[in-house]
């Protein structure tokens, strides 16, 4: 009998097989069911292992509603995928065209995955089965505008690094869920966006960065408390350029062509936490920074910026600042650090929050 259950023991460790790397969406399966050598003679019979869903696309993986079929190559979407997926991923592949019966019964599809393709056409019907579609992924594609009739589930939408050039008054129209929209990397110009493009919108999000803008955009929604222009080609900030902002926390204008901001520009932006100024052409410091309460973050470095007055940055008078600042950018400055007083940053939480020197020519 010991004999016997010595030589048992390697028999049963040789069913077991090396580990196998899961996929990606594949983190949370552990159905501790480990694959075995059906062995004729052995006189263990296996555990049958569960059948794979006889309507998972040749190549992909699914698992949970969740269906991976990136990196294959393909070149156009596989058919029989599950009409109970939630999420559908098939980015990092060939596919140049979305036809009409793509997604056909995929009513339950909560995010489509479409990045890094070469999608240049959209069928104007592809979308209309996704009537819960909230996240649509579709940048670094070769579209040339931006699909119409999206759903009106929508509630993000990322478009960024393809090739589009306008937005035209309809694009967005029904989209009253959409609350951030990621459109940088295409060669948009001011003259793009047609008059009452972002109508009815209520963003939250918004960046177009790495574009061909020369100045703000006009009449995006006011409801937005991010809005991202950097890398563009804006020259200058205006009196009007932000007036209808005023929920914005967070604005980003760095690596631009600033040179100038009028005087009471930012006063109409009562709300902004951050403040991304930085890789400019600004001379001074921007005017009206004071009469910012919110304010705590302001970068300001790799500017042209000579000087620094002893009120550039706080308010006079104590208690008139509501947020101390977490944070002041002045490197790469030709900036004297040696002659600016102390109290220029007597609003400031910590001498640890500004940054100045490394300046060179």
């Given at each position: 009998m010991r004999l016997i259950l010595l030589l048992s023991i390697p028999v049963a460790l040789s069913w077991a097989l090396p580990f196998e790397q899961r996929g990606f969406w594949d983190f949370s399966m552990d159905d501790g069911l480990p694959m075995m050598n059906d062995e004729e003679g052995s006189g263990i019979i296996p555990t049958p292992l569960p059948p794979l869903p006889m309507d998972c696309p040749f190549g992909c993986q699914c698992h949970l509603r969740v269906i991976q079929c990136s990196d294959l190559g393909l070149t156009s979407v596989p058919k029989n995928i599950p009409h109970d997926t939630r999420l559908l991923d098939l980015q990092n592949n060939k596919i140049t065209e979305i036809r009409k019966d793509d997604f056909l019964g995929l009513h339950h599809l909560y995010a489509l995955v479409l990045m890094n393709n070469k999608i240049s056409k959209?069928?104007?019907?592809?979308?209309?089965?996704?009537?819960?579609?909230?996240?649509?992924?579709?940048?670094?594609?070769?579209?040339?505008?931006?699909?119409?009739?999206?759903?009106?589930?929508?509630?993000?939408?990322?478009?960024?690094?393809?090739?589009?050039?306008?937005?035209?008054?309809?694009?967005?129209?029904?989209?009253?869920?959409?609350?951030?929209?990621?459109?940088?990397?295409?060669?948009?110009?001011?003259?793009?966006?047609?008059?009452?493009?972002?109508?009815?919108?209520?963003?939250?999000?918004?960046?177009?960065?790495?574009?061909?803008?020369?100045?703000?955009?006009?009449?995006?929604?006011?409801?937005?408390?991010?809005?991202?222009?950097?890398?563009?080609?804006?020259?200058?900030?205006?009196?009007?350029?932000?007036?209808?902002?005023?929920?914005?926390?967070?604005?980003?204008?760095?690596?631009?062509?600033?040179?100038?901001?009028?005087?009471?520009?930012?006063?109409?932006?009562?709300?902004?936490?951050?403040?991304?100024?930085?890789?400019?052409?600004?001379?001074?410091?921007?005017?009206?920074?004071?009469?910012?309460?919110?304010?705590?973050?302001?970068?300001?470095?790799?500017?042209?910026?000579?000087?620094?007055?002893?009120?550039?940055?706080?308010?006079?008078?104590f208690g008139a600042k509501r947020v101390s600042y977490n944070g002041i950018s002045l490197f790469s400055n030709p900036v004297p650090y040696w002659e600016v007083q102390p109290a220029t940053f007597r609003c400031v939480s910590s001498r640890f929050a500004i940054q100045f020197g490394n300046y060179r020519k």
């Amino acid at each position: 009998m010991r004999l016997i259950l010595l030589l048992s023991i390697p028999v049963a460790l040789s069913w077991a097989l090396p580990f196998e790397q899961r996929g990606f969406w594949d983190f949370s399966m552990d159905d501790g069911l480990p694959m075995m050598n059906d062995e004729e003679g052995s006189g263990i019979i296996p555990t049958p292992l569960p059948p794979l869903p006889m309507d998972c696309p040749f190549g992909c993986q699914c698992h949970l509603r969740v269906i991976q079929c990136s990196d294959l190559g393909l070149t156009s979407v596989p058919k029989n995928i599950p009409h109970d997926t939630r999420l559908l991923d098939l980015q990092n592949n060939k596919i140049t065209e979305i036809r009409k019966d793509d997604f056909l019964g995929l009513h339950h599809l909560y995010a489509l995955v479409l990045m890094n393709n070469k999608i240049s056409k959209v069928h104007e019907k592809a979308f209309d089965p996704l009537r819960r579609l909230q996240k649509l992924y579709i940048s670094k594609n070769n579209l040339a505008e931006i699909p119409h009739n999206l759903p009106h589930s929508l509630l993000e939408l990322r478009i960024h690094e393809n090739k589009i050039k306008k937005v035209s008054k309809d694009t967005f129209n029904g989209l009253k869920n959409v609350n951030c929209i990621e459109m940088g990397g295409n060669p948009l110009e001011n003259s793009g966006f047609e008059p009452g493009a972002f109508n009815g919108l209520k963003l939250n999000y918004l960046r177009i960065s790495e574009a061909k803008l020369t100045g703000i955009p006009k009449d995006l929604p006011d409801t937005l408390n991010e809005l991202h222009l950097d890398h563009n080609q804006i020259q200058a900030i205006e009196l009007e350029d932000l007036i209808h902002y005023p929920k914005l926390y967070r604005l980003g204008l760095s690596f631009n062509n600033i040179r100038m901001i009028e005087n009471g520009s930012l006063n109409f932006l009562p709300m902004v936490r951050e403040f991304h100024l930085d890789n400019n052409k600004l001379s001074r410091v921007p005017p009206g920074l004071p009469d910012l309460k919110m304010l705590q973050v302001v970068y300001l470095h790799a500017n042209n910026i000579t000087q620094v007055g002893v009120n550039d940055f706080c308010p006079v008078g104590f208690g008139a600042k509501r947020v101390s600042y977490n944070g002041i950018s002045l490197f790469s400055n030709p900036v004297p650090y040696w002659e600016v007083q102390p109290a220029t940053f007597r609003c400031v939480s910590s001498r640890f929050a500004i940054q100045f020197g490394n300046y060179r020519k």
